[in-house]
């Protein structure tokens, strides 16, 4: 028998959605649960077994490791598409992400998915913390973001062809098979598409792929068993990706009755990711976010929401994502922001708010059978809260809550998962003013 630790007493919410409980005993032994109830403590009373350390959880509530849906790690906290586009070096942009992966498990966060990364570094620094190089969650990731030359929130930031940035420009459907193979090559466990861009003199975004655009990299991804995301931020892109094979629909802004039946017929799961909308809808005039912008944003989680809980309430697969890595949602502070806006605007309960981000969440890091729930022969990434999330479940965004975190059955030393650093040189664009000094700004 091997050395064993027993985590004993307090409530256990397993992430399977099933209704909290006392907890009887979870036994971890290596990276793994190997019992829970009866089992765990026979196994402690074993005489073969070498060492048991026992962890005491009574009053705290037992729960899996947050699974983050979407973030983007190597983007630190950007402000600006320029900024992040042009002056961020690759070698400083890989070392910074590795630095920022500790915040992330300090807020209970032991796996995520990035859709896509500056310099394309994901696959690189994902191998880094498997092999156990640098410490951070467990990563699945893309490559960078396949953008046709519309572009996509950047605008005509983005270039005609090559690269910039988190971007690979597509300009036909043999470049979208030849990328979309590349990436895979190259160590890709999602591919993007960044259906929806921002056109100048048009509102909103638009769908800036066709049909055989998308299907052909559903395709191609799906025939080398790599499944496909999308940015979709407006009705009509939601429903054509989700038709043409779209695995996993991000944001689904503004989804109509047409894009709902076409993700529940064809099986799309969404991760909506109203947490940077609700920062800057509910705090953006703290940071002097651009005026107007808090009632748009409002307005479009309102609308959108109607429309997500009706895709709940029809079994589609429904993930938490934070969107951590711009100025708005900073690693380790907004993580479980999204449980609070499922729970007040979708109306889900805690403990289904809480499944988006365990259960759920171990489908789009395709390790469903390793992850995302308290059950035995899992991985034993586990988070101990000082409070009870189904009574307050905003006390999951608030790190100081989180006594615990196992991380691949390691007990982390919380005081070590906050790093700080001095300002690199020219990582951040200065402004001269947040405003235009007009004659009238100076003198009325």
Partial sequence: MTDIMLISGGTLIDGTGADPKPNTGIAVAGNQIIALGDEATNLVNDPTTKEVTELNAAGKTIMPGLIDSHLHCSFDDVQSNDELFFHRDPTLVALVAAQNLRKMLRAGVTSFVDPDTSHGIGPA?????????VQGPRIKTGVQALLTAVGGTAGRLIPDEGTVGYAQIVNNKDEIVQWVRRHIKYGADWIKLHATGSVPGRSGELLVWNREEIKAACQTAHELSVPVMAHCRGAQSVQVCAEEGVDLILHASFMDDDGLEA??????????TFT???????????VHASPGMEDIFRGEIEQTAKMIRKAYDN????LSGSESGFALTPYGHWHGRELEIFVNSLDLTPVEAITTATKNGAWAMQMEDQLGTIEQDKLADIIIVDSDPTEDITVLNNKSEISTVIANGEVLNLSELWPSREQLAGWKVGNWASEILTWDKAYR
């Fill in 263 to 272: 993700v529940i017929s064809n099986g799309s799961s969404i991760c909506p």
């Fill in 125 to 133: 620094l994902r191998d880094a913390v498997n092999a156990g190089v």
């Fill in 276 to 286: 940077f909308l609700a920062n800057l809808a509910d705090f953006g005039s703290k």
């Fill in 315 to 318: 079994g589609v697969r429904i």
